[in-house]
């Protein structure tokens, strides 16, 4: 007889190894979500279970910032390829036209934003490569290591108090 996911919940928190297959899967890139639809299980309840206790929150909560640092990875890793492709590679040596894209280097390939055709009034037709931008790539890796950072500076010197008391002010006087 098949067990109901309440049940089968119910089994699977019981189950030495859940925890531990649970961060597996978060740190790999994962989610709670899909961990449970993967499994069958009740989203809530495995939610709860986990983050109730301080314990296994604490593990969990390890786990959700490997996850941060491997997406964080993957994105500089993106980036850092279309920052570092050369498009020159994307070329017929022979012919000097675009090669298609299942025969793009792979450096060349993760920063193709696609091709375009073109045809003159004589059926020429043209093929160019459209690339990422690279400038805006390296933009956004800086963002990512946190390279680039905004400072916001603040002049005067009324506190906060001052502004609720002279907003409180006009409130006192209508009563």
Sequence with gaps: MAMNIVERTQWALREPEFLNDLCIHLAEGGTLRTFCSNGKLQYLTVYQWVTLDEERNGIYQNALK????MLED????????????DVRKGFNKLTGDPLPAHELPDEVAMALGGYEHTENDKGVVTRKMKMLDALRAAE???KTSSMFREAVEVHGTETLADILRAAKKPMEESV
């Design 66 to 69: 490997a996850r941060r640092q």
């Design 74 to 85: 993957i994105v500089i890793d993106k980036l850092s390829s279309v920052v570092g492709a």
């Design 140 to 142: 956004l890796m800086g």
